[in-house]
């Protein structure tokens, strides 16, 4: 039995495997990047494919012992290797309009940082008079502001909705370039995601911070995860946030991740701090794109988050009655 990223082969030709390792491209059309998602078919079985422009490719993970997931394929040695290495030239492919892309997550935990931009400084202090100064002290402090985001079924994917708590006056969403980390603290890949926020509970008492941005429904990821091959251009990566209510814009902004105060491993590197994180870990790394005061979220409203190189993830504002 051979090995391949920390997966015993199941069923391999030597061609096949020597491609991957000698690091030979196959069956991605000549780019360089690689996107995995995690999709419904029409039958309701669900797959791990590649994603292009306008269609996804399954990946074949009978191929691999012990690799049943996306999970599995993120937490190898080799993520990239493996993943070209599944993804058979003779792949099967789907148009998007005829599968469900899920979010990208299995058993991970989601983790999120705060204050990493100074739009986000300034709105925390506005939201939060008597706790004005932290916010001021944690954007310039060595140590980062992390919580914990979600679990995996609070999760939504695109097009699933996201939830504004009932008992909030005062929501927005939080448009974030999420990392994704293997067990060991390794950036993997990158996706997109959108951290939904009570301003007016936390603003009221920052020990509410947990009931603020922890809730069913709070999180969104998707709709894929880029493969980290390569070092990132901070200036290359623009974040955007269109708001759709009605059918009409009512709130658009854009930022770059070089605004971003603090380095993504040097989050990573506070996050797994003497923490265990035996699954791998998403975390979303804060936000530079922040409403005016004036505005706050309503059901049925329509959330769009794009991310250069990654895609957009959109999802649906559902709020019940108090």
Request: charged letters at 25%.
């Amino acid at each position: 039995m051979r090995q391949l990223a920390g997966c015993a082969i199941r069923r391999y030709t030597r061609a096949a495997v020597n491609s991957v390792l000698s690091g030979i491209y196959v069956a991605f059309s000549g780019k360089s990047s690689v996107k995995l998602c995690k999709i419904r078919l029409s039958d309701g079985s669900l797959r791990v494919a590649s994603m292009l422009e306008s269609e996804v490719r399954l990946l074949d993970l009978t191929q691999i012992d012990q690799c049943h997931s996306l999970m599995d394929i993120l937490n190898s040695s080799d993520p990239f290797g493996l993943a070209r290495f599944l993804l058979r030239p003779n792949a099967v492919a789907y148009p998007l309009t005829a599968i469900t892309v899920l979010a990208p997550i299995d058993d991970q935990e989601v983790w999120a940082a705060g204050v990493t931009y100074k739009r986000s400084q300034i709105a925390r202090m506005e939201e939060s008079e008597s706790a004005a100064s932290h916010y001021d002290r944690v954007y310039t402090a060595d140590r980062p502001e992390l919580f914990f985001k979600a679990t995996p079924h609070r999760v939504s994917g695109p097009g699933q909705p996201l939830r504004v708590r009932s008992d909030s006056r005062w929501s927005v969403p939080e448009p974030e370039f999420t990392l994704v980390a293997g067990p060991g603290g390794r950036i993997v890949g990158y996706t997109i995601g959108n951290d939904m926020s009570a301003r007016d509970i936390e603003g009221e008492n920052p020990l509410y911070l947990p009931q603020a941005k922890f809730y069913r429904q709070c999180a969104g990821l998707g709709p894929c995860v880029l493969l980290a091959e390569q070092s990132l251009e901070p200036d290359d990566v623009e974040i955007s946030l269109q708001i759709r209510r009605g059918g009409a814009a009512v709130f658009s902004g854009a930022t770059k991740l070089s605004q971003m105060k603090r380095t993504p491993e040097e989050l990573i590197g506070w996050l797994f701090r003497e923490n265990d994180l035996p699954r791998g870990a998403f975390l979303m790394t804060g936000t530079g794109i922040v409403p005016d005061d004036s505005f706050t979220l309503e059901h049925d409203d329509e959330v769009s988050i794009s991310i250069s190189g990654i895609g957009t993830l959109t999802n649906p504002i559902v709020k019940d009655v108090a």
